[in-house]
């Protein structure tokens, strides 16, 4: 764990993210403080972003040199499940806002620490909430009224047969708390529920008995819907919605994504109707990503996530303002009008091809020579096979050629990955 030093902020909870338009300057006393909660490549945006806005920034993960602790002023490791450590380290730092950003996090604590004073983006409830597949499917079936897949939930493997034998095969197996196909798994037939049954109650996010059986969608197009709570100017809080983002997935993880989807009018107004009844349920402010499917012109909703999602890494090409900008310029309490103008762009991840200490990575040269063309390493420290290491993105006249052009750089890159092979980080004399 990294020292804090001396907190510049007086003892107690947060000042929260009004008033509004009035910044300060990080490590001397009068800077807004985030403390984020998860350091990965999302996390790491986020904290650039913010940082742009004069924020000061303090990056807690569950192991060191995370990607957004290389970029934060501070860090810390700890267990996030565990509550103690994590009320420990708000205290220690008293953030001005609390910005959860993946789903290993004590969501209980979060709510006792908002109910204590503290702040939480976007809201403690909400953010216990969408990292429950239950409580936000059920939120989005029976408060918010949009359609859904059929579902159902078991807590042992005789319950996972038989709620998987009432909705039919193929059905999918998910872990009640994950996120990006963690713990998940399709299911053709009977014989296949107990691995995954124990696929599911094992390797989510946070283990649980408990899992989730969904109804096998087949659908046209799987979508995200990136939802930005945040103010207007008048100071009012304000739902927008930005243009769809197409994505695929060979197996069960984020693997590319575009934007704009190629969707009909009447689908992208159903999209956004959906998303603005589910984010309005849940309040707060922030980036939501909300995914979809599309099935001829029927939306059904599938899940949330409350902070920026990874699919929105196309933005950083397709829009003026990226889903990582608008995050933390919602979160500081700056106003926006929009939605964003954008221009046809792609992103395709970069994935480790083995396990390994330190990667390095070649082929940039080659992958630069495209017009268009950005790529992202991540900065992970370590790799294991098919982890997200970086991503490229693409612009060009349209979708599909964005889409050639990101997968090929992703590809020129992921084939000269290289491990150093050391545990030890290296030190290096320029």
């Known amino acids: 764990m ?20 009035r910044f300060g300057t990080p490590l001397v006393g009068s800077a807004r403080r985030l403390l984020l909660l998860g350091s990965g490549e999302i996390g790491r945006e986020v904290a650039i972003e913010a940082m742009r806005l004069g924020a000061e ?10 990607p957004a602790m ?13 509550g103690g450590a994590l009320r420990a380290v708000v205290e220690a730092e008293r953030p001005d806002v609390i910005v959860p950003e993946i789903e290993q996090i004590d969501t209980a604590e979060l709510v006792r620490l908002e109910s204590d004073g503290w702040t939480v ?71 296949e529920v ?22 096998f969608v087949r659908f046209d197009h799987e979508v995200t819907v990136l939802t930005l709570r945040h103010f207007g100017a008048s100071g009012r809080t304000v739902t927008t919605t930005m243009a769809p983002i197409g994505h695929s997935r060979p197996g069960t993880l984020f693997h590319e994504s575009w934007q704009p989807a190629d969707l009909p009018d009447a689908v992208v107004e159903s999209l956004d109707r959906t998303a603005k009844a589910v984010t309005d349920q849940l309040g707060g402010i922030g980036i939501f990503g909300v995914e979809c499917f599309v099935r001829g ?11 920026p999602h990874d699919t929105g890494f196309v933005t950083i090409a397709s829009q003026a303002n990226s889903e990582f900008a608008l995050h933390a310029r919602a979160i500081l309490g700056l106003p926006y009008e929009g939605p964003e103008p954008t221009q046809p762009a792609a992103a395709h991840v970069i994935l480790a091809p083995s396990s390994g200490w330190a990667p390095s990575f070649d082929g940039a040269f080659e992958a630069f020579a495209t017009p268009g063309v950005r790529l ?25 050629k964005a889409r050639a052009r990101a997968e090929a750089a992703a590809h020129l890159v992921e ?16």
């Open 297 to 307: 012109t029927e939306v059904l909703f599938s899940e949330v996530s409350p902070r």
């Open 57 to 66: 920034v303090v990056a807690v993960d569950r192991y060191e040199n995370a």
């Open 376 to 400: 992202q390493f991540f900065g992970k420290p370590e790799g294991f096979h098919d982890r997200r290491l970086g991503v490229a993105v693409a612009r060009a006249e349209n979708v599909t």
């Open 2 to 21: 990294t020292p804090p030093g001396d907190p510049p902020h007086a003892p107690g909870p947060s000042r929260g993210v009004l008033p509004l338009g």
């Open 194 to 215: 107990e691995a995954a049954y124990r696929e599911a109650s094992t390797s989510g996010r946070v283990a649980n008995p408990r899992v989730m059986v969904e109804e």
């Open 70 to 82: 290389q970029v934060a002023h501070r860090s810390h490791v700890i267990a996030m499940t565990d």
């Open 415 to 430: 084939q000269r990955i290289e491990f150093e092979g050391r545990r030890d980080p290296v030190a290096r004399v320029s």
């Open 121 to 191: 983006v976007p809201n403690a409830e909400a953010t216990r909430a969408t990292m429950d597949r239950e409580r936000i499917r059920r939120l989005a079936a029976e408060i918010a009224h949009v359609p859904t897949s059929r579902f159902g939930f078991a807590d042992s493997l005789n319950d996972a047969r038989s709620v998987a034998e009432g909705l039919g095969f193929p059905c999918l197996f998910k872990s009640i708390t994950s996120s990006s196909g963690h713990g998940m798994s399709r299911v053709n037939s009977l014989s």
